[in-house]
């Protein structure tokens, strides 16, 4: 069973940066491809961005190509989502998840953090 932690949100304004960090324990962490989804209020969770098991691929959504950059470091067994110039519309609960890349795209296993807030003020 994977455990999966989110943290480093916060309130930013538009145009600055954070970096979510997300620990994982439990089972072969290092094997999964690991991934970043968002919910907004009143909207769906949706897909930001993922990472295979040894870094090497990553898939990004297109609402955040250029201004986020997702890394991982195995012997710590975590994730990271580096946030650079944030907009209004990128508040919401961002959340970790353990997945496997299939058919050319991220797809996501039952496995998901508690959430962590950004909030980007305008």
């Known amino acids: 069973q994977v455990q999966l932690v989110e943290s480093g949100g916060g309130l930013v304004q538009a145009g600055g940066s954070l970096r979510l960090s997300c620990a994982a324990s439990?089972?072969?962490?290092?094997?999964?491809?690991m991934g970043w989804f968002r919910q907004a209020p009143g909207k769906e969770r949706e897909f930001v961005a993922a990472i295979n098991w040894s870094g090497g691929i990553t898939a990004y959504a297109d609402s955040v190509k250029g201004r986020f950059t997702i890394s991982r470091h195995n012997a710590k067994n975590t994730l990271y989502l580096q946030m650079n110039s944030l907009k209004s519309e990128d508040t919401a609960v961002y959340y970790c998840?353990?997945?496997?890349?299939?058919?050319?795209?991220?797809?996501?296993?039952?496995?998901w953090g508690q959430g962590t807030q950004v909030t980007v003020s305008s």
């Open positions: 998840n353990a997945g496997y890349f299939g058919n050319n795209r991220y797809e996501s296993y039952n496995y």
């Open positions: 439990g089972g072969t962490v290092s094997s999964y491809a």
